[in-house]
Nanobody, 125 residues
Framework: AQLVESGGGLVQAGGSLRLSCVDT?????????AGWFRQAPGREREFVAG????????AYADSVKGRFTISRDNEKMTVDLQMDNLKVEDTAVYYC??????????????????WGQGTQVTVSS
């Protein structure tokens, strides 16, 4: 069972990228909170955005509010991250994650998360 990310790349500041993550584990995806984290060189992995299993609650890091949008499709078992007005400081490896609990648990209980392999996002000035 794996989480497979796609959509990373190189973009200029002010541009947009859309990341996508598909859960190959099957129907359990629909019972799990899902989200995105990122890790820049020399820094700890940080929460970016999370969404409940039903999609009824969404949370964002303050640094991306108003610029990033998370969404999920439980039929396709995907969770996407639309990133607009990208900044140089958004450069990082982005990881998809799922957790059996709430978004708050996804955000804090990192050892209980399932993780993707990561996709590089580079924003140039």
């Amino acid at each position: 069972a794996q989480l497979v990310e796609s959509g990373g790349g190189l973009v200029q500041a002010g541009g947009s990228l859309r990341l996508s993550c598909v859960d190959t584990s099957g129907p359990i995806f629909t019972d799990r909170a899902a989200g995105w984290f990122r890790q820049a060189p020399g820094r700890e992995r940080e929460f970016v955005a999370g969404i409940t299993a039903s999609g009824g609650y969404i949370a964002y890091a303050d640094s991306v509010k108003g610029r990033f949008t998370i969404s999920r499709d439980n039929e396709k078992m995907t969770v996407d991250l639309q990133m607009d007005n990208l900044k140089v400081e958004d450069t990082a490896v982005y990881y998809c994650a799922t957790h059996p609990g709430r978004v708050s648990a996804l955000r804090s209980d990192l050892h209980d998360n399932r993780w993707g392999q990561g996709t590089q996002v580079t924003v140039s000035s």
